[in-house]
T-cell receptor, first 114, second 115 residues
Framework: NAGVTQTPKFQVLKTGQSMTLQCAQD?????MYWYRQDPGMGLRLIYY???????DKGEVPNGYNVSRLNKREFSLRLESAAPSQTSVYFC?????????????FGPGTRLTVT | GNSVTQMEGPVTLSEEAFLTINCTYT??????LFWYVQYPGEGLQLLLK?????DKGSNKGFEATYRKETTSFHLEKGSVQVSDSAVYFC??????????????FGKGTKLSVIP
């Protein structure tokens, strides 16, 4: 099993450009998440999808959109990138295991907006 | 809302030293508690977990006990190794209105172990 995969690993954008971050999981999990990680801020939830066909806002959704394409895939789109969106983005998925919803993380996408 | 507070780093220890990273939480219900570890350039990996009061999670020599009376989940290891150098995140999990379980993270503590 590959677990959670993310593409691309690195990306540089100019202000105003758009892009989509891709995430896929092969663990048949129902729930998927997008986080951003900034120095000294920990991880903050952008959007999540409790199950296929549903999406909900997290703590910091402004400037982002998401699509739960199917059970495996959950993409994050930046319509008009801003320097404040420079960050490392992590996708995660979860399913109940041993009575606890453990989240499994991808390797991250490092995004720089100039 | 829920929150997690963990000791600020960075923490620098010599190999074989004792490690404690403090973590306290605020939650309205009865959350599950986790420690995640992030090695340089990688994503987060679950290190250990506890689901109810007085549970002790353990893995790879690390331990943490769910203390409801002090709302704490401190991470300990008796003898650290250079390979333990990483960023450690304390987190709690609660059920969202949409039915999934969201994680609330602390800000992370960077540990450096020197030979």
């Amino acid at each position: 099993n590959a677990g959670v995969t993310q593409t691309p690993k690195f990306q540089v954008l100019k202000t105003g450009q758009s892009m989509t971050l891709q995430c896929a999981q092969d663990m048949n999990h129902n729930s998927m998440y997008w986080y951003r990680q900034d120095p000294g801020m920990g991880l903050r939830l952008i959007y999540y999808s409790a199950s296929e066909g549903t999406t909900d806002k997290g703590e910091v959704p402004n400037g982002y959109n998401v699509s739960r394409l199917n059970k495996r895939e959950f993409s994050l789109r930046l319509e008009s990138a801003a320097p404040s969106q420079t960050s490392v983005y992590f996708c995660a998925s979860s399913e109940k295991g041993g009575g606890v919803y453990e989240q499994y993380f991808g390797p991250g996408t490092r995004l720089t907006v100039t | 809302g829920n929150s997690v507070t963990q000791m600020e780093g960075p923490v620098t220890l010599s190999e074989e030293a004792f490690l404690t990273i403090n973590c306290t939480y605020t939650a309205t219900g009865y959350p599950s508690l986790f420690w995640y570890v992030q090695y340089p350039g990688e994503g987060l990996q679950l290190l250990l977990k506890a689901t109810k009061a007085d549970d002790k999670g353990s893995n790879k020599g690390f331990e943490a006990t769910y203390r409801k009376e002090t709302t704490s989940f401190h991470l300990e290891k008796g003898s650290v190794q250079v390979s333990d150098s990483a960023v450690y995140f304390c987190a709690l999990s609660e059920k969202s209105g949409a039915g999934s379980y969201q994680l609330t993270f602390g800000k992370g503590t960077k540990l450096s172990v020197i030979p």
